[in-house]
């Protein structure tokens, strides 16, 4: 034969050859370790696969052992134990329900299940901050209490019966707003646009001139009754915030009954709002829909004797998308001519000549600008601040109160609801006091999980005898568990978000108001607005908020009228961390370690409501305990069908809100930067659920496949690292109503 060229040159090796052998069935990582074993032999010693291979395992996945025995963590500086428990056991995902399970990596299938190990302190991002020493704070002078160099509010020309009204409700003397704002509406016609932080009486500077002018024309002869008309509307942007004016307003009217006062939100029966209106009121406070529906169609609200129109908390009015009823009403008032004598012929002489329009808000934002263009006239500008008297400043400072005591804590999100729960339990163990305290979170569903994961389970429904009140916040309010003390061996869990029914939501805020124990509101933006719930001494935001603006006004639920309060903000490690910048340019924050909390908090005993393989053990340190709780946490869930949907729900909510920060901001909260699974441990998960964002992208793709057959042109298709972005974008596109803060 020719020789062609073709130099064939094959080495064989002295050993054996062994074919390939194909796995089929079972889990991805119990084939992989199989075919490893059937190509090298099974000599393998577990050790060097648990320890040799540890920096090349991903971090996204638990760390899974197949022998019984404890081992010691391979993480440097961390000596904690290492929990060990049935994977699944008795759950809906149990081992024992799969049909296919592959053959075991090392031949030995006497070794029992496979053991799911609770990790909490390995793999954890760095946090890019220094850490700071903790100090002791003092306090400074308070900014919104009442002013020491002024007698009382009858030194600002008030009626003394409203003078007297105010004593009953320990109200003496003024704040720097009320003595700026009560003289000018006491005297002039003028519009006026109100700037204040939170907590410094607003409410007051406004309704107080507003019912003293009203009260002058009862002295001049004749007397004003309900019949006589509506002198003034008040607007606000939530129906917590309108019950809580009208409330007030009740209070200061009481000694002249001839005086009413309504109230007419979203919620609420239309026929019993209109059938008040029909009787007579003199004061109307409303929500702004409800306003401009009652405007179209009842006819028995007479707008003739209108004097003023205050609209309250204006930058929140125009955030929740209530321009055009605004403009409604305010076109309206225009339109309809003022009158100068009431139906039975009392003179108005001692209001206002024109009608008077009085828009509050704490910031100047481009949309607060708009609001005030489209329904001032002439306005005067009234801060409390010296100095701060140019109204076309387009954004001041957006200032807590000085008193104020604001820090933070950076958490890596695998222990966030462990540092949660050891937080409320140092919070709740100070004797000699009653502590009401408000933890802030960014969606209805997570405010659902975390209440009914922390309550007490044992509380059952109230008794068929029950009252009213009882049944409408049997869901709502109940005993907490986890977070007891010996100092507060009873804690009252309340939970509040905008999905609820009004009246559940009304019966939950007076509950909470009125509680004379140790008690804690989880709720959502929907509270940050306003609302005065006396006594609140702390306010934690665990997710951050959606704006700095809804950051001040949250912590501003506490630090009231001159009374010292806390803020505690939960912030991921990594960009995150930059948001303490932002922080600064109000009062300036001080920082507390996440380890610090944790051992303080876990100091004394932990106490399960719900027995599981996880048991609380007296000798443990701090990481101890807290692997622990989070163990007994995640087996919880698995024994409890109806807890375990709430958490996934609350998960994927979670994930949808952190995309709907504000542009500004945006940079702060990163979702590429998110690691699902660890966030999925911190609601007690052991994977991060799949369907996040899938229905959003399935009407994105029949959208863009409508689009591509109408448009013949072809376009070029974005690089595969633009995924999670365009992901972003079509969540913050969809997610206006998922939240419920409003």
Same mark, same amino acid.
């Given at each position: 034969m020719a020789d062609d060229g073709m130099? $064939?040159?094959?080495? $064989? @090796?002295?050993?054996?050859?062994?074919?390939?052998?194909?796995?089929?069935?079972?889990?991805?990582?119990?084939?992989?370790?199989?075919?490893?074993?059937?190509?090298?032999?099974?000599?393998?010693?577990?050790?060097?696969?648990?320890?040799?291979?540890?920096?090349?395992?991903?971090?996204?996945?638990?760390?899974?052992?197949?022998?019984?025995? %404890? %081992?010691?963590?391979?993480?440097?500086?961390?000596?904690?134990?290492?929990?060990? @428990?049935?994977?699944?056991?008795?759950?809906?995902?149990?081992?024992?329900?799969?049909? %296919?399970?592959?053959?075991?990596?090392?031949?030995?299938?006497?070794? *029992? #299940?496979?053991?799911?190990?609770?990790?909490?302190?390995?793999?954890?991002?760095?946090?890019?901050?220094?850490?700071?020493?903790?100090?002791?704070?003092?306090?400074?002078?308070?900014?919104?209490?009442?002013? +020491?160099?002024?007698?009382?509010?009858g030194s600002l020309t008030l009626s003394s019966r409203l003078v007297d009204e105010l004593t009953k409700m320990k109200l003496e003397r003024p704040t720097a707003i009320q003595q700026k704002v009560i003289p000018h509406l006491l005297t002039s016609s003028s519009d006026a646009f109100v700037q204040a932080e939170t907590g410094s009486g607003k409410t007051f500077s406004y309704l107080l001139p507003m019912i003293h002018r009203i009260l002058l024309l009862s002295n001049s002869g004749k007397q004003i009754h309900r019949d006589s008309g509506v002198f003034a509307i008040i607007v606000s942007p939530t129906r917590e915030l309108a019950r809580q004016v009208h409330t007030v307003l009740e209070q200061l009217i009481r000694p002249f009954p001839w005086l009413v006062s309504t109230a007419i939100t979203g919620g609420e029966s239309k026929k019993a709002e209109k059938a008040r209106i029909r009787k007579g009121v003199n004061f109307l406070v409303a929500t702004p829909g409800r306003l401009a529906d009652h405007i179209d169609n009842t006819k028995a609200l007479n707008l003739g004797t209108v004097r003023w129109l205050i609209m309250d908390e204006g930058d929140r009015l125009m955030d929740l998308g209530f321009e055009e009823d605004l403009k409604k009403a305010i076109t309206r008032l225009r339109d309809i001519p003022i009158v100068q004598r009431t139906e039975d012929g009392t003179p108005l002489d001692k209001l206002p000549e024109r009608r008077v329009t009085v828009l509050c808000s704490a910031t100047m934002k481009m949309n607060v600008q708009k609001l005030g263009e489209m329904s001032l006239a002439d306005a005067t500008f009234l801060a409390a601040e010296k100095g701060d008297e140019d109204p076309t400043i387009e954004m001041a400072v957006h200032k807590a109160p000085a008193q104020l005591h604001q820090y933070y804590t950076v958490v890596p999100s695998k222990l966030r609801l462990v540092t949660l729960i050891a937080y409320l339990k140092s919070v709740f163990s100070r004797r000699g006091r009653t502590m009401k305290a408000v933890i802030f979170m960014s969606c209805a569903d997570s405010v659902d999980f975390h209440y009914e994961m922390l309550r007490d389970p044992a509380v059952t429904d109230p008794p068929a005898s029950a009252t009213k009140e009882a049944e409408l916040v049997s869901k709502t309010v109940s005993k907490a568990a986890y977070f007891t003390t010996a100092a507060s061996p009873e804690v009252m869990m309340h939970r509040m978000h905008g999905s609820l029914s009004?009246?559940?939501?009304?019966?939950?805020?007076?509950?909470?108001?009125?509680?004379?124990? #140790?008690?804690?509101? =989880?709720?959502?933006? =929907?509270?940050?607005?306003?609302?005065?719930?006396?006594?609140?001494?702390?306010?934690?935001?665990?997710?951050?908020?959606?704006?700095?603006?809804?950051?001040?006004?949250?912590?501003?639920?506490?630090?009231?009228? *001159?009374?010292?309060?806390? +803020?505690?903000?939960? $912030?991921?490690?990594? #960009?995150?961390?930059?948001?303490?910048?932002?922080?600064?340019?109000?009062?300036?924050?001080?920082?507390?370690? %996440?380890?610090?909390?944790?051992?303080?908090?876990?100091?004394?005993?932990?106490?399960?409501?719900?027995?599981?393989q996880a048991k609380p053990e007296?000798?443990?340190?701090?990481?101890?305990?807290?692997?622990?709780?989070?163990?007994?946490?995640e087996q919880r869930l698995l024994i409890d069908s109806k807890r375990l949907e709430l958490a996934r729900n609350g998960f994927k909510s979670h994930i949808r809100a952190y995309a709907t920060h504000v542009k500004d901001e945006r940079v702060h909260f990163d979702m590429t930067q998110m690691h699902l699974g660890h966030v999925?441990?911190?609601? *007690?998960?052991?994977?991060?659920?799949?369907?996040i964002g899938s229905g959003i992208e399935r009407k994105s793709k029949k959208g863009r496949r409508d689009s591509s057959k109408a448009d013949d042109t072809t376009k070029e298709q974005k690089p595969g690292g633009d995924v999670i972005k365009r992901k972003s974008a079509m969540l913050m596109r969809a997610v206006a109503d998922e939240f419920n803060i409003g």
């Open positions: 130099l $064939l040159n094959f080495e $064989l @090796s002295s050993e054996p050859y062994k074919a390939g052998v194909k796995f089929k069935g079972g889990r991805w990582r119990e084939r992989k370790r199989a075919e490893r074993v059937a190509r090298n032999g099974p000599s393998i010693p577990a050790t060097a696969y648990s320890g040799g291979d540890e920096e090349l395992r991903s971090t996204k996945r638990r760390r899974v052992d197949e022998d019984s025995g %404890h %081992h010691q963590s391979h993480t440097p500086g961390t000596q904690s134990k290492r929990f060990e @428990s049935l994977a699944h056991d008795g759950g809906p995902s149990s081992h024992s329900s799969r049909p %296919h399970k592959p053959a075991r990596a090392d031949g030995d299938a006497s070794r *029992g #299940p496979r053991q799911v190990i609770s990790r909490l302190f390995s793999f954890n991002p760095t946090q890019a901050t220094a850490a700071e020493d903790e100090v002791e704070w003092v306090a400074p002078e308070a900014t919104n209490a009442p002013l +020491a160099d002024v007698a009382n509010f009004q009246p559940v939501r009304t019966a939950t805020i007076r509950s909470f108001s009125e509680c004379k124990t #140790p008690s804690l509101l =989880v709720t959502t933006d =929907v509270s940050s607005r306003g609302l005065d719930i006396p006594a609140v001494d702390l306010v934690i935001e665990y997710d951050p908020a959606f704006s700095f603006s809804d950051h001040i006004h949250r912590v501003g639920r506490t630090a009231r009228a *001159g009374r010292p309060g806390d +803020a505690l903000l939960f $912030l991921l490690p990594g #960009p995150e961390e930059g948001y303490i910048e932002l922080l600064k340019s109000s009062t300036p924050p001080s920082s507390q370690s %996440h380890e610090s909390i944790l051992k303080k908090g876990f100091m004394a005993k932990l106490e399960f409501p719900v027995t599981t007296d000798d443990e340190s701090y990481h101890g305990k807290a692997e622990t709780l989070q163990l007994h946490l999925a441990k911190s609601f *007690g998960l052991r994977e991060a659920p799949g369907g």
